[in-house]
């Protein structure tokens, strides 16, 4: 950060700057571990609310935080981007706590508008979706936004912070809660309101100590605008923000087509159906500690070192994601089934389209051009695909039914990476078929195709439910499956984890 943007103070390396950094590795294990631990609890969550609450509940309560989402990306213009380039860069704690007392001031105030605006934009939102039931929930309006906004800084905080211990205990805490909500709501015998109503009651208690934990690692963070920072911070999120926007509407514009097209229960349906499902943990986890990583990289002149990098992070989690993704793909009708209960089955089709979408998940594709600065660039990339979907989504909504907006937004994401890959390309100066891992990806992807043809065939040939049931065949010819492909990718796994290792080591 720039001399006249934050207050002096000593230049001497504090205990949280980052050139004390974890390799990229073992940071990105903490948070693995965090996240699994997380995901599983989520996932039985989200199991049980969907079992829990009948179709036209869990539409309602879907259309809700699709709007919610839709305006907390539009107005919060990529502020949470912004830690991870300020934080990193900001040489002493005093420069830290300056940025982040600025940085939860503005977000803040923020999140109080964008609450405002949905609560006034109800009619609006109650016509769109043809679902007069919205109006009741306006509370749920108003102050999750806040929440949402809040919460999203914790875990770039704490990893700049060298915090993964304290993020692993966060991450746990918040999806113990979500999921207490759920058992007493049941337990009590309580209805869909008193839910709404605990729920956003325990979130809020959660945003609250986002300013606790924020306070702890910085020192002391208070209400503070500092102009010029704030425009400095504006210049560089704004750009992340409008592409956030894009990417958020190329991956919701479907659901807001079926939203509109369709009735609350089948919004339901598509909703959980497309639902991602939280495969992409080794590849989140290896990006938020990345992120840091490559900047600074790139600021030093290390680009080809930190392409190297980005390049083995990113085949590490394909040969983990690839394998999750052809296993689910071909299992859909039983992995449907235990998520969400078998009344979602209408969705199959849209479940193994947005299961291929995870490949596309396997990295932050723009994560250079994020670290050399060039967010503008990201904010372009991301136009024309948005334009793509856009067309594509009523087109294939009218040529194939459900499923046909599943497959637009498949595409306009491959088209999204595709283009920044191009831009890195040409920031890099290396060559497109150098700038990424593409024969190494290609072969990986070639052997999960093998696994996926034998493994449907044996499925289809052997008929093996009649005797054991379908979802326990699914899991038994899942586990040959894994113990093949594991045996295979073995070495390789192992050399990538530790390359991995070796090179997260740059700031030493």
């Given at each position: 950060m720039a001399e006249n943007?934050?207050?002096?103070?000593?230049?001497?390396?504090?205990?949280?700057?980052?050139?004390?950094?974890?390799?990229?590795?073992?940071?990105?294990?903490?948070?693995?571990?965090?996240?699994?631990?997380?995901?599983?609890?989520?996932?039985?969550?989200?199991?049980?609310?969907?079992?829990?609450?009948?179709?036209?509940?869990?539409?309602t309560y879907s259309q809700i935080l699709l709007v919610i989402n839709l305006f907390t990306t539009l107005l919060m213009l990529g502020l949470p981007n912004s830690i991870n380039y300020f934080l990193a860069r900001a040489e002493t704690q005093a420069e830290k706590a300056h940025f982040l007392s600025v940085y939860y001031t503005l977000s803040t105030a923020l999140s109080m508008v964008i609450g405002f605006v949905l609560v006034l934009s109800i009619p609006l939102i109650e016509g769109y979706f043809h679902n007069p039931t919205i109006r009741h929930?306006?509370?749920?309006?108003?102050?999750?936004?806040?929440?949402?906004?809040?919460?999203?800084?914790?875990?770039?905080?704490?990893?700049?912070?060298?915090?993964?211990?304290?993020?692993?205990?966060?991450?746990?805490?918040?999806?113990?809660?979500?999921?207490?909500?759920?058992?007493?709501?049941?337990?009590?015998?309580?209805?869909?309101?008193?839910?709404?109503?605990?729920?956003?009651?325990?979130?809020?208690?959660?945003?609250?100590?986002?300013?606790?934990?924020?306070?702890?690692?910085?020192?002391?963070?208070?209400?503070?605008?500092?102009?010029?920072?704030?425009?400095?911070?504006?210049?560089?999120?704004?750009?992340?923000?409008?592409?956030t926007v894009v990417g958020t509407l190329n991956t919701e514009i479907d659901k807001l087509m079926i939203g509109y097209l369709m009735s609350t229960e089948q919004m339901s349906i598509y909703t959980n159906a497309a639902r991602e499902l939280p495969l992409t943990i080794v590849a989140s986890s290896i990006t938020a500690v990345l992120l840091p990583q490559l900047t600074i990289m790139i600021k030093r002149g290390q680009t080809k070192e930190a392409l190297k990098l980005w390049g083995n992070a990113t085949e590490l989690s394909y040969i983990v994601i690839a394998f999750l993704v052809s296993c689910i793909f071909v299992f859909a009708e039983e992995a449907l089934t235990i998520l969400y209960s078998a009344k979602y089955l209408p969705g199959v089709g849209v479940f193994r389209v947005y299961t291929l979408n995870l490949l596309l998940r396997v990295t932050y594709f723009g994560i250079v051009l994020n670290a050399c600065g060039k967010t503008k660039k990201i904010f372009w990339c991301s136009i024309y695909s948005l334009l793509l979907n856009m067309l594509l989504n009523p087109l294939f909504y009218y040529l194939f039914g459900m499923i046909g907006p599943a497959i637009a937004t498949f595409l306009a994401i491959l088209l999204i990476q595709l283009l920044q890959l191009k831009m890195t390309s040409v920031i890099t100066d290396v060559s497109f078929s150098g700038v990424?891992?593409?024969?190494?990806?290609?072969?990986?992807?070639?052997?999960?195709?093998?696994?996926?043809?034998?493994?449907?065939?044996?499925?289809?040939?052997?008929?093996?439910?009649?005797?054991?049931?379908?979802?326990?065949?699914?899991?038994?010819?899942?586990?040959?499956?894994?113990?093949?492909?594991?045996?295979?990718?073995?070495?390789?796994?192992?050399?990538?984890?530790?390359?991995?290792?070796?090179?997260?080591?740059?700031?030493?």
């Amino acid at each position: 950060m720039a001399e006249n943007q934050t207050p002096t103070g000593d230049k001497r390396k504090q205990p949280g700057s980052v050139t004390q950094s974890l390799s990229v590795g073992k940071g990105a294990l903490h948070l693995t571990a965090a996240k699994i631990m997380t995901t599983l609890i989520a996932l039985v969550s989200n199991m049980l609310l969907a079992r829990f609450r009948t179709l036209s509940e869990y539409g309602t309560y879907s259309q809700i935080l699709l709007v919610i989402n839709l305006f907390t990306t539009l107005l919060m213009l990529g502020l949470p981007n912004s830690i991870n380039y300020f934080l990193a860069r900001a040489e002493t704690q005093a420069e830290k706590a300056h940025f982040l007392s600025v940085y939860y001031t503005l977000s803040t105030a923020l999140s109080m508008v964008i609450g405002f605006v949905l609560v006034l934009s109800i009619p609006l939102i109650e016509g769109y979706f043809h679902n007069p039931t919205i109006r009741h929930f306006y509370y749920f309006l108003a102050l999750y936004p806040w929440y949402s906004i809040i919460s999203s800084s914790v875990e770039n905080v704490l990893v700049v912070y060298q915090k993964t211990n304290s993020l692993m205990l966060y991450k746990v805490a918040v999806s113990v809660l979500t999921l207490s909500v759920i058992l007493v709501v049941k337990w009590a015998g309580w209805g869909f309101s008193e839910y709404m109503i605990l729920f956003v009651g325990v979130h809020c208690l959660i945003a609250l100590s986002v300013y606790g934990i924020a306070n702890r690692v910085s020192g002391g963070i208070g209400i503070l605008f500092n102009k010029s920072l704030i425009k400095s911070i504006f210049v560089f999120s704004i750009p992340i923000g409008l592409a956030t926007v894009v990417g958020t509407l190329n991956t919701e514009i479907d659901k807001l087509m079926i939203g509109y097209l369709m009735s609350t229960e089948q919004m339901s349906i598509y909703t959980n159906a497309a639902r991602e499902l939280p495969l992409t943990i080794v590849a989140s986890s290896i990006t938020a500690v990345l992120l840091p990583q490559l900047t600074i990289m790139i600021k030093r002149g290390q680009t080809k070192e930190a392409l190297k990098l980005w390049g083995n992070a990113t085949e590490l989690s394909y040969i983990v994601i690839a394998f999750l993704v052809s296993c689910i793909f071909v299992f859909a009708e039983e992995a449907l089934t235990i998520l969400y209960s078998a009344k979602y089955l209408p969705g199959v089709g849209v479940f193994r389209v947005y299961t291929l979408n995870l490949l596309l998940r396997v990295t932050y594709f723009g994560i250079v051009l994020n670290a050399c600065g060039k967010t503008k660039k990201i904010f372009w990339c991301s136009i024309y695909s948005l334009l793509l979907n856009m067309l594509l989504n009523p087109l294939f909504y009218y040529l194939f039914g459900m499923i046909g907006p599943a497959i637009a937004t498949f595409l306009a994401i491959l088209l999204i990476q595709l283009l920044q890959l191009k831009m890195t390309s040409v920031i890099t100066d290396v060559s497109f078929s150098g700038v990424f891992p593409w024969k190494r990806l290609g072969g990986i992807t070639v052997l999960n195709i093998v696994f996926a043809a034998v493994f449907w065939g044996i499925k289809h040939l052997l008929h093996l439910e009649a005797v054991i049931g379908g979802i326990w065949e699914s899991i038994l010819l899942g586990c040959i499956w894994f113990a093949g492909y594991f045996l295979i990718m073995r070495k390789k796994l192992i050399l990538k984890w530790s390359l991995l290792n070796a090179k997260g080591d740059v700031c030493e």
